[in-house]
């Protein structure tokens, strides 16, 4: 390891910003995994049961070459009906699929006009891609409409594109969707809307805030497995048109080994169980109202009203110390600091899930609010 590296890690560690791997342990209220799927009797039998009908574990290559495994398709073909796009893709993680989506979709002339919060994944992908990039005011309709105006009047001929979250992962608050559908449509735009923190838990059925977009000509959504569903991989929803273009360009996808297939039957198995038990969602909607009340009357913080509720601390040590306090009190809290969110917003991140019930949230709150009134701001 070069000395410029230790240097780099030394002066992370003095800003209190060095990453480390830790164990889980605690009372879950930080994993994305809402419905309480990913260590479910219901998805361990659903895997079961394809191991025994002789479902591969491995892909043993790329989708092009021999890693097309028919549970693959048979997951694409569900996902679209599914969400009522006309097609769908799978692939290894939401990073990748974004990644592969934004450095491959928008071509030199383009502008993807982005909200200013929208994940890294989509960042790196604009950066690696073609077109030209303009940044918008977070969940600022406007600001996208300006941006989309600035580059016409400077010369601007491609296409426009427009590149939101539904529900954004630090925030818990929604894009605002029909504003920019409308704004797309008055620029010849496409909108790509990442449902990742909706999919399987907000929309008509779990099937995100974007469902009633799903299936545009104009319209990309994806849809990651790993968060509510409770497995991995991620589904690009699109028109058909699309998904052959990036079968055929998009270099993540062409030179990657395929999925898991075992993971392919899993997503099946998740898409199924949100189809067939709401009962999960309501459980979830009434958690979050619950932990919504409870966290304004016992914090006076004011309440997102989604499953993502974020405490904003400010300097990242007072984030630090706090999320160390609930820790030691058997709550997986964590604390999440700049770059991934701004400066001076240094935050808990409480993820709401069904892995904690009401009585658990309780004790998180109450043992937060006493936290917060000894530790300084």
């Known amino acids: 390891m070069s000395d410029s590296h230790e240097r780099a890690l030394k002066a992370l560690e003095r800003r209190g910003r060095l990453r480390a791997l830790s164990p889980r342990s605690g009372i879950d209220f930080s994993s994305n995994d809402y419905l309480g799927l990913a260590s479910s009797p219901e998805l361990a039998e659903a895997v079961a049961r394809a191991l025994d009908r002789g479902v591969a574990v491995g892909a043993g290559g790329s989708r092009l070459l021999r890693g097309n495994d028919p549970e693959h398709e048979a997951l694409e073909a569900e ?5 009522g796009a006309e097609s769908a893709l799978y692939f290894g993680g939401g990073f990748l699929a974004n990644y592969a989506l934004f450095s491959t979709l928008p071509a030199r002339g383009d502008l993807v006009v982005h909200d200013t919060l929208i994940h890294a994944s989509v960042i790196d992908g604009m950066r690696a891609g073609k077109a030209t990039i303009a940044a918008a005011a977070h969940n600022h309709a406007q600001s996208f409409d300006d941006a989309i105006r600035q580059w016409r009047a400077a010369g601007g001929t491609g296409r426009p594109w427009i590149a939101v979250e539904s529900l954004y992962s630090m925030d818990g608050d929604q894009a605002p969707l029909a504003y920019l559908i409308a704004i797309a449509r008055r620029h010849d735009a496409m909108l790509v809307v990442d449902e990742a923190h909706a999919t399987g838990v907000l929309g008509p059925g779990g099937r995100g805030l974007a469902h009633a977009l799903e299936g545009a000509p104009d319209v990309i959504s994806l849809h990651t497995c790993g968060k509510a569903l409770g497995a991995s991989g991620a589904l ?18 062409i030179y990657a080994t395929a999925p898991s297939p075992l993971m392919a039957a899993a997503v099946r198995a998740a898409l199924a169980i949100v189809r067939d038990a709401p009962e999960r969602r309501a459980r979830l909607g009434d958690l979050v109202a619950f932990a919504g009340r409870a966290l304004e009357s016992r914090c006076g913080i004011a309440p997102t009203g989604s499953h ?15 999320a160390k306090a609930l820790v030691a009190e058997g709550f997986d809290v964590r604390a999440v600091r700049p770059p991934t969110v701004p400066e001076g917003t240094a935050r808990l991140r409480i993820s709401l899930t069904l892995n904690a019930g009401e ?5 998180l709150l109450d043992t937060l609010a006493t936290i917060l009134a000894r530790v300084p701001a």
């Not at 998904?243 to 055929?248: G, L």
Request: aromatic share 10%; hydrophobic share 60%.
């Open 79 to 83: 996902a679209a009906a599914f969400f």
């Open 308 to 322: 993502i509720q974020p405490v904003v601390l400010g300097a990242d040590e007072r984030a630090v110390s706090v």
């Open 359 to 363: 009585d658990a949230t309780a004790r």
């Open 236 to 253: 690009l929803l699109a028109p058909r048109v699309v998904r052959d273009f990036m079968i055929n360009r998009a270099r993540p996808f």
